[in-house]
């Protein structure tokens, strides 16, 4: 089995309907973004294409799919447009590499591997033409072949049909699993002809057993900046250069300090970001304030919440109720800013002053 954190339960469904061959030939998992969603397919994957019939996990069928090297394993994933072939098949020894170090991958972290720019994830119509093909020719191994498609919300709505018909005409010993993190996206037809497998969120000690090697207050760190998203906070734990922690907390010194010259320096770097990492970084800032000042400061030690010079928990005690909501407030109207292309530069800008006047009390 890959480890999963809450669902103990419908990894033992799916092996007892394997098992007495009750197995939907189309199943459709969901999760929240970087939680057990994954990691359910896989096992699932596995379960279909071990040697033994029993997930063993040291066959050749199970050493292939752990390496995600199975000739009867289709990997489907969203990609960024501009490839050579405009499929997946553009990004799959990305994809492989990804998803071996991290079986919680998230769409946010996925999407900043293959792409510095701002663009879509999407899986392109030819990708789910060419499906059918691929799954129509014999399994290569003469059992089971499985197609683990990730994130049918980003199929374009022209080939969401195409994906109904491979589902509503099942070929024999053919397994479709999707993993969706935004089922209520998908085709209403989509979601009745597949097994549903909805997952629970994951528990909290999740994040102490995945980072375990990491110190307690960077776990803790992690773990208020990226909850419940644990394939978010395994990325910024393998490569913290690419995340944006060091981003945020820069930003936030800047706006305490309050210091005119500096704080255009920051914005003028916030500007350059791509728009979706700078959404997620202030989408992460908000999370990360709201989560210091309302729920777990007095419970924290002061180490999960120093980030550098600007010390969360310092700053709440002399940051009254007020402050907060208007800390709370002034993220969320640049959020609704850049969501509707109100000029970048100038929404951080006075972002950045509502911060500073929050955070000193003058609100
Ligand atoms: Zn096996």
Known sequence: MFQTYNNAVIVSQLKHAVDTKKLHHANLISSGPGEDGLPLGLTLARLLLCDTNTDCGTCKGCTRVNKLEHPDLNLTFPVVSGGATGTSDDYVKEFRSALVSNRFLDPDSWQQLISTKNQQLQIPVKEIQNLQHKLSLTAAEGRNRVLLLWMPEQIKSTASNKLLKLIEEPLPNTYII???????????????????????????????????????????????????NLGAAITAKQSPEATQIEGFAQWMRTCYKGNPTEITGAVNELAALPKESLKTLIYRAQHFLERGFYHNVQATESGATDLGAINVQKLSGSVLPRGAQAITSALGSCLKDLERNVHVKTSITHTSYELHKAFRGLG
């Open 178 to 228: 999707l993993v969706s993190h935004r089922k209520n996206r998908l085709l209403p037809t989509i979601i009745s002809r597949c097994a549903p497998w909805h997952c629970r969120p994951l528990r909290g000690d999740s994040f102490n057993t995945e980072l375990s090697s990491e110190q307690s207050a960077t776990i803790k760190l992690l773990e208020m900046v990226y909850a419940p």
